[in-house]
């Protein structure tokens, strides 16, 4: 019963997981599209474009030979209606669905189904082996594009040459948007997540461990017998309040007891105060 029961909850939290990430994955697609439909899909450039001042225009046939004779270079049509549905749905579309059927192989583990009745791989593995090969020729792919995308300056995506979407700028000329004082923030801010990340693997070495965890153990066995009425480090006679527990001399907690007997309250945390017991201290 306890077995079953166990794996009852296991399949529940399995379940609930899912479903969690399900509804993540859809939400993201419906922002990519709604963030497709108001910029790319209607001929207007990103946020992050519209900072850089650029935009997206179509390089087939007539029109990238036409570039050579513009007087800036920025001149040009932009995507088509075509250009714009291709490039929405390898966005969008192709991702979501890539994305599922990678969750799905891992899921049902179909690395896992390397064998079938005849002795050979079963169809989960060849799919499994399928979906590593494409995504390897796919990072292959974009390795070559960068690199030709280093020597002529021309499309930076795979998406981008094959649908000849090319980034160009707005305008010729464009006053700077961005403020010499927030660049300046953001560098500052570079260079010290920079430091934190280099000096945080020395923290948690053995050795800066264990000296920062005496150091801290020290602080608070000294804030520990630290009497909250006066301040005093080291009470002569420490005592407690009940039922809270905070520190205090006897001669302070007796005081204002004396003073209100019936309504005495913890000078740390306020709540009543309804007798003082002794704190039995160790000395080394």
């Not at 993201?28 to 474009?49: E, Y």
């Not at 464009?174 to 945080?200: C, G, H, I, K, P």
């Not at 000294?222 to 005093?232: D, E, I, K, L, N």
């Not at 007796?254 to 007798?275: D, F, I, M, N, W």
């Amino acid at each position: 019963m306890e077995a079953t029961s166990a794996c009852g909850r296991a399949t529940t939290t399995t379940t609930t997981t899912t479903t969690r990430a399900s509804k993540a994955n859809e939400m993201r697609l419906l922002l990519d599209c709604a963030m497709f439909a108001c910029t790319t899909g209607v001929n207007r450039p990103t946020p992050g474009m519209e900072l850089m001042n650029l935009r997206l225009r179509d390089e087939r046939g007539d029109h990238g030979a036409a570039t050579t004779t513009m007087k800036t270079g920025v001149e040009g049509p932009g995507l088509s209606i075509a250009q714009r549905i291709a490039y929405g749905l390898a966005t969008c579309v192709v991702g979501y669905g890539w994305g599922l059927w990678q969750r799905k192989m891992l899921r049902e583990r179909y690395d896992e189904d390397d064998e079938d009745d005849e002795g050979g791989g079963g169809w989960k593995y060849r799919a499994w082996k399928l979906s590593q090969t494409v995504e390897n020729c796919y990072t292959m792919a974009n390795f070559v594009n960068f690199c030709v995308f280093l020597r002529n300056g021309r499309y930076p995506t795979l998406l981008e040459r094959a649908l000849r979407a090319r980034l160009v700028y707005q305008r010729p000329t464009m006053a700077r948007v961005v403020d010499f004082e927030y660049l300046n923030q953001q560098l500052a801010w570079r260079e010290l997540s920079e430091l934190v990340l280099f000096t945080l693997p020395y923290l948690y070495s053995t050795r800066v461990r264990s000296t920062l965890g005496a150091l801290t153990s020290r602080v608070v066995a000294v804030q520990a017998y630290r009497c909250v009425a006066c301040g005093c480090r080291e009470p002569i006679h420490p005592f407690v309040a009940e039922p809270c527990g905070h520190p205090y001399c006897y001669y302070c907690l007796r005081a204002r007891l004396v003073e209100q007997p019936t309504s005495c309250a913890c000078v740390k945390c306020g709540k009543r105060v309804a007798e003082m017991r002794r704190l039995a201290t160790t000395t080394s």
